[in-house]
């Protein structure tokens, strides 16, 4: 498998096909955002932390010069649809600015198990970080 399309989609089958689960060593969300230009729903894994009755994720993409296409997708629609574990709900995407934004990254990346500085050393672009807002009843991410 080559380029980053392809892992994605290996991420996502198993995802499926597992009820949750992959071979990437960490937490994953599956995040559809509606395309910014297109229209067409996009699904892409996202490590993702939780910060009380939210679901924390950055647009990092590894530390790439640019932001990932599904930020640009978040930001021109906000609802997005989550995949958590066997789970799927609407969320409202949000993104975090000033001293809140610091303190998810520096959460995220503490229970991620990366250095703040890992990104920034590859990247001068400022990482944006999302919250997402879970948009039924239920409310809560306290057991994830």
Not at 72 to 100: I, K, M, Q
Request: one cysteine or more.
């Amino acid at each position: 498998m080559s380029g980053p399309n392809n892992y994605n989609q290996h991420i996502i089958e198993q995802f499926c096909a597992t009820g949750g689960t992959s071979d990437y060593p960490g937490p994953l969300v599956l995040l559809t955002t509606t395309g910014a230009k297109s229209g067409q729903p996009r699904t892409t894994p996202v490590a993702y932390s939780v910060d009380g009755n939210h679901i924390v994720i950055i647009a990092s993409a590894g530390g790439a010069p640019s932001h990932p296409d599904w930020y640009y997708n978040l930001v021109a629609h906000s609802t997005v649809t989550v995949e958590l574990g066997s789970e799927t709900f609407r969320a409202r995407a949000t993104v975090v600015e000033g001293a809140e934004r610091d303190r998810l990254y520096a959460q995220h990346a503490r229970v991620l198990g990366f250095s703040i500085s890992d990104y920034r050393q590859k990247t001068a672009r400022h990482i944006p970080v999302i919250i997402l807002t879970r948009m039924d009843e239920r409310g809560s991410f306290g057991s994830y």
